[in-house]
């Protein structure tokens, strides 16, 4: 699992620079959006504790390769930087997955379901102002109908 949510991210931005920009629309955007607006890294740390299923993560990586809030605050202060920070481009990645991927002959959210719950996959861009390119990818999976943050990425520079 820890290789596929790897590709997925990778495809994600890949789909990113093919679209130049998002829909603007959907509770991950909204997610992103409200992430970005907090200004302090104890703020973005209690919206990721409020949005964030530690367990899911734990099924989705292994307990070792789970990040806690902390660790994803990290991350993100790294990539954007300590400011706030808005959506520049969003995607659902749900088909791409099924798609591309299959684990012991089922598409990958059959199976990602399967073994976590998650029924659905979103991408969302977030830079330091609207003009600019990525600089973090945020990954939102739905679970029993509700969005979870998944892990924050450094968006790949220089991918052409």
Do not use: H
């Not at 997610?31 to 200004?39: H, I, N, V, Y």
């Not at 199976?111 to 719950?117: H, K, N, P, R, S």
């Amino acid at each position: 699992m820890v290789l596929a949510l790897v590709c997925l991210l990778i495809i994600g931005l890949i789909l990113w620079i093919g679209r130049s920009g998002g829909s603007g629309g959907g509770k991950p955007v909204k997610m992103a959006e409200k992430l970005g607006s907090q200004e302090t890294a104890r703020d973005r740390v209690d919206w990721i504790n409020e949005n964030y299923d530690e367990q899911l993560l734990v099924d989705w990586l292994g307990e070792k390769n789970a990040p806690d809030a902390e660790d994803l605050n990290d991350d993100y202060t790294e990539y954007v930087g300590e400011g706030s920070a808005v959506v520049v481009a969003d995607t659902d990645i749900t088909n791409l997955t099924n798609l591309l991927f299959n684990v012991d002959g089922e598409s990958f959210m059959e199976a990602a379901e399967t073994a976590t719950g998650v029924t659905e996959l979103y991408m969302v861009g977030v830079s330091e102002n609207e003009d600019g390119a990525s600089k973090a990818m945020l990954t939102f999976g739905k679970k029993d109908g509700n969005w979870y943050l998944l892990d924050i990425e450094k968006a790949v520079e220089d991918a052409l």
